[in-house]
């Protein structure tokens, strides 16, 4: 799995792209919080349009959704959208939506397209 980071005006967009791996989300999250533009309660876009996530199994849904609970409240995220175009990558993004729960601190939305999750990022 592979992912990059670009820091737009008002928000990050990482795109992510290969076989997806568990464990590499946290190293995501970690390249997002070092990020010489981070300030908590920053927002981010996550887009899996190039993911290929066939391979994870449940137990790797719950994993990602425990590393995201423990960084994203550590460091004050105020919004993440979820891009997820493919009827996999979305009905797992459900799962992992539902894994993480409500947090106050984060509001967390999934969306088909690029294009929405920036609208709903920046507003």
Do not use: C
Not at 39 to 64: A, E, W
Not at 73 to 78: C, E, I, M
Not at 97 to 103: C, L, T
């Amino acid at each position: 799995m592979e992912f990059e980071i670009d820091f737009r005006a008002n928000y990050f967009l990482v795109t992510t792209s290969g076989v997806a791996k568990a464990e590499r989300f946290g190293e995501l999250l970690n390249g997002i919080f070092k990020h010489e533009n981070w300030k908590p309660g920053g927002s981010f876009i996550t887009d899996h349009s190039d993911l290929d996530v066939s391979l994870l199994t449940l137990d790797d849904v719950k994993q990602i959704a425990l590393v995201a609970r423990e960084r994203r409240s550590k460091f004050g995220v105020a919004k993440h959208a979820v891009v997820a175009p493919r009827d996999l990558t979305f009905g797992l993004s459900r799962m992992w939506s539902a894994y993480v729960g409500d947090e106050t601190e984060v509001v967390s939305a999934i969306f088909r397209s690029l294009e929405e999750a920036v609208e709903w990022v920046s507003v």
